[in-house]
């Protein structure tokens, strides 16, 4: 296994002590890391799987409506395009008097 950045490694051990989901993915949206609470949003055990490449994982998060029919991929909020980006209603944009300068809206 490669050597990974210390931020990585932090963030990894934080989410472990968290008692809601946290998923870390890379750059690539590459799953690095998912937490004890994520396992049943992805039905998988990270101790199973471990890594888990963009299109494994996003295949495990399909979304389907209250009838089991799978919900299209431009129809579902909080997903993200072919390019990286979120689609669905929320979006961020730049303000001033947050630290980050990010607020959702």
């Given at each position: 296994?490669?050597?990974?950045?210390?931020?990585i490694?932090?963030?990894?051990q934080?989410?472990?002590?968290?008692?809601?989901?946290?998923?870390?993915?890379?750059?690539?949206?590459?799953?690095?890391?998912?937490?004890e609470?994520?396992?049943?949003?992805?039905?998988?055990?990270?101790?199973?799987?471990?890594?888990?490449?963009?299109?494994?994982?996003?295949?495990?998060?399909?979304?389907?409506?209250?009838?089991?029919?799978?919900i299209?991929?431009?129809?579902?909020?909080?997903?993200?395009?072919?390019?990286?980006?979120?689609?669905?209603?929320?979006?961020?944009?730049?303000h001033?008097?947050?630290?980050?300068g990010?607020?959702?809206?």
């Amino acid at each position: 296994m490669p050597q990974r950045p210390i931020e990585i490694i932090l963030a990894r051990q934080l989410a472990s002590y968290l008692a809601v989901p946290i998923l870390i993915v890379d750059r690539d949206m590459n799953l690095l890391y998912f937490n004890e609470s994520a396992e049943p949003v992805l039905g998988k055990r990270f101790d199973e799987t471990g890594e888990i490449s963009r299109g494994e994982w996003n295949h495990l998060l399909r979304r389907a409506d209250a009838n089991g029919a799978p919900i299209p991929r431009e129809e579902q909020s909080g997903t993200l395009r072919g390019d990286g980006h979120p689609t669905g209603e929320r979006r961020l944009r730049r303000h001033p008097r947050r630290a980050n300068g990010i607020a959702a809206h």
